[in-house]
């Protein structure tokens, strides 16, 4: 592809923002002035290739990054934030959420596998010769009289064009274990293929380093996975490939129905995390022991933590509650997270759950605390259990209006 086919497709709007593209041609000409070559790289370059829209804007300079991240605040504002060991920087754009990742050219090394590398600077093409497949590794010119070249030292439009994931070197899932999520990632959102000597590295040797990995990253890579719309078919891949026996052997696969789930619109006055549903739906049928060991190896928030648990012990309780009135069925819900209540609704399709979240979690009694101080009746147990009793008669339908509230709320006043 020439330049000009690739400046075409760099000023389409249905590929990259026109805002954005203004944000890549103030980078590169801010560059220049401090003699920095500078390019777009990564998931930007192959995506414009593959006709797809740009989201995040990766940037690199044969510089540095640090410098020209504060000169483009100088500049144009907004704010900075270095990360000084990788030689990076993220330049916050004023008045907008954009948010650019600025990179220095870099080499790296590993002091051990699975570790986080260690970098210098580098040219462009050996920055490029450090990433993860090679339809990863292409950048493209975005300064000077060079503006809209592509380099493609290690064959990655060949592969884009032939639908292959294809690693660098035999070393690159020793070094990054988590690549193996993204091959597959790339590889079920794209259509594409593992290609045949990438498949065989992925193997008990480089699956092995996944057990030293920590709970986060393992647990950001699983996210990216449950972010995806073919999240389940992911699933499958990733378990086909014998990789989530060594996340935990107590990693269950993820079935086809929870992706279906996934989809939905849960059009409710509930915040939807589509990460936590997957993880609640995807732990729903374990033991309390296994969630346990899982929540703390993928080490969980405290609120992800609870709305795991949450799930799995609400859908062991549903024989119990079945056939409740709905006052028993708000008491025994209204300490759980709704979107635990959610998903159980969603494999048990248990009506009451539903009715719960619309309907019976919002009843109340007209009647407030001060009416019952008013009325001379002292703060107390006696206090709380007529108003839970009152709350009680409008969710069983005992009472229909406020008249019979009243009547109600007289008799217990009068101990009956």
């Known amino acids: 592809m020439q330049k000009d086919d690739m400046l075409r497709l760099l000023r389409d709007p249905n590929l990259i923002h026109p805002e954005k593209l203004t944000l ?22 192959r995506d414009l290739l593959l006709g797809r829209p740009i989201n995040d804007l990766d940037v690199i300079v044969e510089g540095d990054a640090i410098k020209l991240a504060k000169k483009l605040v100088e500049v144009y504002g907004g704010k900075q934030t270095p990360h000084f060991k990788f030689r990076t920087a993220f330049w916050h754009v004023p008045n907008s959420d954009h948010v650019v ?3 220095t050219a870099r080499i790296e090394s590993y002091e051990k596998p699975g570790a986080l590398p260690m970098v210098a600077p580098s040219t462009i093409e050996e920055d490029l010769r450090r990433r993860d497949f090679t339809i990863n590794a292409m950048a493209l010119r975005l300064d000077g009289k060079d503006m809209g ?18 690693v660098l070197h035999p070393n690159s899932f020793l070094d990054d274990p ?39 990253r393992l647990r950001n890579e699983l996210n990216l996975i449950l972010d995806e719309n073919l999240s389940a078919q992911m699933m499958r891949r990733v378990a086909g490939l014998g990789v989530l026996n060594f996340i935990h052997p107590k990693m269950p696969e993820f079935d086809q129905t929870y992706s279906d789930y996934l989809e939905m619109d849960l059009n409710l006055d509930i915040e939807s995390d589509r990460r936590a549903m997957g993880f609640i739906l995807w732990f729903m049928d374990l033991s309390e022991e296994d969630i346990f060991l899982l929540v ?8 992800m933590s609870l709305n795991v648990w949450s799930g799995a012990q609400l859908k062991r309780s549903l024989i119990h509650l079945a056939g409740s009135p709905p006052s028993v069925w708000t008491y025994a819900l209204e300490k759980l997270p709704l979107l635990a209540i959610y ?53 069983d339908g005992e009472v229909n209006n406020e008249t019979q509230e009243k009547e109600l709320l007289a008799r217990l006043m009068r101990g009956e």
């Open 24 to 45: 890549l041609l103030n980078i590169a000409n801010l560059a220049e002035t401090l003699g920095m070559s500078c390019y777009l790289v990564g998931g930007s370059v």
């Open 101 to 103: 990742d600025l990179i």
């Open 149 to 166: 070249e592509v380099l493609d030292p290690l064959g990655g439009k060949a592969d884009l064009e032939r639908g292959v994931i294809r």
């Open 178 to 216: 988590t690549r193996i999520f993204r091959a597959i990632r790339y590889e079920v959102r794209y259509g594409f293929a593992i290609e045949p000597e990438t498949l065989r590295l992925i193997n008990p040797n480089s699956l092995k380093i996944l057990e030293s990995l920590s709970g986060e």
């Open 296 to 303: 703390n190896r993928l080490d969980f928030s405290n609120e």
């Open 343 to 395: 998903a159980v609704y969603l494999v048990s399709h248990e009506d009451a759950l539903l009715s719960y979240i619309s309907i019976w979690r919002h009843v109340k009694p007209h009647t407030a605390g001060n009416e019952l101080k008013a009325m001379g009746l002292a703060a107390g147990p006696r206090f709380g259990e007529i108003l839970l009793r009152l709350r009680s008669a409008w969710l």
